[in-house]
Structure formats: C-alpha cells, structure tokens
C-alpha cells in the first residue's frame, strides 16, 4: 500500500510539473508571436484621445469608436470595429500620497519595468489568462495615478500585442 501512493504521489508532481511546463511553453510561444516585426504604425489612422481633466493622451487608431465616456470625465473606452470585445482604455484617480509608490493588494513597492516614448517611468504588466489577455501600465506623477490598458480575447491577442505596446509607448501625462 505504501508503495502505490509513493507511485501515485510521483505522477501527481510529474503531472504537475509536466503541466506548469506546457503552460510556460505555451506561454512563450504566445509572447514569441507577439513580438513579430509585422506591425506597421504607420499604416494606420490615428487620432489622439486627450483627457482635459487629468492631462493626459495617447493615439489610437482612428476607426476605433468610444463607448459613452464616464460623467467625471476620468477616462475613456474604445472598442475595435472589428471585434467589440477588443479594447483600449485610459483612466486617472488622485491618490494618498502614501499609496503613490505601493501595490494596494501586496503592498509591494512598485518596480518601474516600462518607459514611454516622452520619458516617463511606469509599470507594465502582460497577462494572458484562459479568456482574457492584456496589457496595463500604470504611471504616477505627483498625486495622479493613470492607467492605459489594451484587452482582447487570449487567442487574438498576439494579434494585438504590438498594437497595445505601441501605444502605451506613446501615452503622455501633458500636465505636470
């Protein structure tokens, strides 16, 4: 009896390890199709979303529609035409000075990892889930947290990646 759950337990950690391996690997290849050289930002359309409220802009493609802005004007959503469930989307809140620096779920401090075209440090996560994949930086300055974020379906976004990255490259915070 000993010997078959020492067996058992031996293919339940080399399952596991099998499956977070795959899930790495598939992972990677995922992130490898993302950083094909195809995207051509200058065969799109752009217009520059400003947000007069926080001082903020960033372009995006110019067939992209709005949905119906928020009533305190923090931020905006735009949808693809060609698929609604692909998103941009920007917003900004005042912060507490001591929550500026700091992870509010960790409590972490906040490693900038990602710089925009104008100079600004910030945070950028990629996250591809079983549904949903997306891009997030997070910049502060002062006591404004803004936020720019692209979403897509987990299959489609190595399609998007490029496109996301490019325009948080190019967000700028325009009030100082």
Not at 9 to 26: E, N, W
Not at 89 to 94: D, P
């Amino acid at each position: 009896m000993a010997t078959a759950n020492k067996i058992c337990s031996l293919g339940r950690r080399i399952y596991r390890f099998a499956a977070s391996v795959s899930g790495v690997i598939a992972l990677l290849i995922m992130l490898w199709g993302c950083t094909a050289n195809d995207f051509n930002a200058r065969a799109i359309a752009w217009k520059t979303y400003s947000n007069s409220r926080y001082g903020f802009e960033f372009p995006y493609p110019s067939n992209w529609t709005s949905l119906t802005a928020p009533t305190n004007s923090d931020g905006i959503v735009f949808i693809s035409p060609q698929d609604n469930s692909v998103e941009i989307r920007s917003w900004a809140n005042q912060q507490l000075p001591n929550s500026i620096l700091t992870d509010q779920e960790s409590g972490k401090k906040i490693k900038p990892n990602f710089q925009t075209a104008q100079g600004m440090s910030g945070v950028m996560v990629v996250e591809v889930a079983q549904g949903v994949g997306s891009i997030r930086l997070t910049l502060t300055q002062n006591q404004v947290k803004y936020y720019w974020e692209g979403r897509s379906n987990s299959q489609k976004f190595p399609d998007y990646y490029r496109l996301f990255y490019y325009i948080a490259q190019h967000y700028r915070i325009t009030k100082s």
